[in-house]
């Protein structure tokens, strides 16, 4: 019987680890009452609630919106598939994270080194991430007010990038992105 609950919950922590991409509206649900004991894994964090999007990509231009309306905190970015997942994180550019985090409910700010403090006049609602792979840039924006948040320009990719969350401990906290959108750029050439 115990095995059973066991395994079901790690069944239940796996599928926590995976943001489906789609134009659809996707949630990822976290019960931060218990942390799941699951096996180590290369590609697993050992921090519950980070979690990368399922698939990468390392061309183009992509923009996905997410829901945090009410959240206490959450880091919200991009990192390389190379990126360390273990132990104690120091999430920042040069160590393949480009991300950008609410904490203490009302404080925000870029994880660059050193971090740079975010004075937003409103809340957001909705944070929209926007990368554009080939020209290095991670783009995040306040979608309710329409206005800019923070951009980190000049960013050396050099292999796939994935969507990067983490929900901040809590009883039960939702994370809904409501979109994400591949956009394919052709370029014409003069004849």
């Not at 120091?90 to 925000?108: A, F, Q, R, S």
């Not at 951009?151 to 906290?173: D, H, M």
């Amino acid at each position: 019987m115990e095995k059973e609950r066991e395994k079901e919950r790690e069944r239940e922590a796996q599928k926590l680890q995976k943001v489906i991409q789609s134009s659809f509206h996707k949630t990822v649900l976290r019960d931060g009452g218990q942390t799941p004991k699951l096996p180590d894994a290369p590609g697993r964090f050992d921090s519950f609630g980070s979690i990368l999007g399922l698939n990468g990509f390392t061309s183009g231009r992509s923009y996905w919106e997410v829901e945090v309306a009410n959240k206490t905190g959450w880091d919200l970015g991009v990192a390389r598939g190379d990126a360390n997942r273990k132990g104690k994180l120091t999430l920042n550019p040069e160590n393949g994270y480009w991300v950008t985090v609410h904490y203490e409910n009302k404080k925000y700010a870029a994880l660059t080194a050193p971090p740079i403090s975010l004075p937003l006049k409103e809340e957001p609602q909705k944070v929209g991430v926007f990368v554009d792979y080939e020209e290095g840039l991670v783009s995040f924006y306040d979608v309710t007010t329409q206005s800019h948040i923070y951009s980190f320009t000049e960013c050396s990719f050099r292999e796939p990038i994935f969507p990067y969350f983490n929900l901040v401990l809590g009883k039960y906290i939702q994370l809904l992105i409501f979109s994400f959108y591949m956009i394919l750029v052709r370029k014409i050439k003069d004849v």
